[in-house]
């Protein structure tokens, strides 16, 4: 079993930045995927940034190329998203997600983004 803890959203101003943080369990993070997802009221799910177990493969979606980073800390058991340039579309749920070798998924309870324009 896996555990993910989220940290850092809040309200911000367009333009503005935040950094949130995912705390995961277990001795195995190191061959996790980590990926930040998010979701929008009245909208699905939508994956935002994957980064691979030693961070050698990083992807973004479209929306947030240029203006989000992802990044993860294998000694620490954690995995952040950087966002500068934020704008109002950005307001949504965020959630960390691991996928562990063996193809399970765990998700985090999710931190609220709220971006004013």
């Known amino acids: 079993q896996v555990q993910l803890v989220e940290s850092g959203g809040g309200l911000v101003q367009a333009g503005g930045s935040l950094r949130l943080s995912c705390a995961a369990s277990g001795r195995h993070f190191s061959s996790y995927t980590m990926s930040w997802y998010r979701q929008a009221p009245g909208k699905e799910r939508e994956l935002v940034a994957t980064?691979?177990?030693?961070?050698?493969?990083?992807n973004y979606a479209d929306s947030v190329k240029g203006r989000f980073t992802i990044s993860r800390d294998n000694g620490k058991n954690t995995v952040d998203l950087q966002m500068n340039s934020l704008k109002p579309e950005d307001t949504a749920v965020y959630y960390c997600?691991?996928?562990?070798?063996?193809?399970?998924?765990?998700w985090g309870q999710g931190t609220q983004v709220t971006v004013s324009s």
């Open positions: 980064i691979t177990s030693a961070g050698t493969s990083i």
């Open positions: 997600n691991a996928r562990t070798p063996w193809r399970n998924d765990y």
